[in-house]
């Protein structure tokens, strides 16, 4: 099990931004691909980003292309989701994942998660 927390969640007024911050414990972190997904009210839980285990790559869905950046600081065992022109849309709980086998956007790909961080975009 790798232990993920996040933090960095709030209440935003449309336009905003806000950082997340995902702290995993562990010296096997920068093996592994993170990535973070959300789930509205009422909504599936759904893949935001990704990026690999040396920093690499970086992947996003559609709708956050453009204003939400991943990034990771494998000497922090820390990876980021800057967050920018947020919408009332991207209100959701948000989850740090780790580890991976297959296609980033399936939740079963994932062997890790975090508890999860409410994030509020207000209109």
């Known amino acids: 099990q790798v232990p993920l927390v996040e933090s960095g969640g709030g209440l935003v007024q449309a336009g905003g931004s806000l950082n997340l911050s995902c702290a995993a414990s562990g010296r096997t972190f920068n093996r592994y691909a993170m990535g973070w997904f959300r789930q509205a009210p009422g909504q599936e839980r759904e893949f935001v980003a990704a990026?690999?285990?040396?920093?690499?790559?970086?992947y996003y869905t559609d709708s956050v292309k453009g204003r939400f950046t991943i990034s990771r600081d494998n000497a922090q065992n820390t990876v980021y989701l800057e967050m920018t022109s947020l919408k009332p849309e991207d209100t959701a709980d948000y989850y740090c994942v780790a580890d991976n086998v297959g296609n980033y956007y399936y939740t079963k790909s994932w062997f890790h998660w975090g508890q999860g961080i409410q994030v509020t975009v207000s209109s």
């Open positions: 990026i690999t285990s040396s920093g690499g790559p970086t």
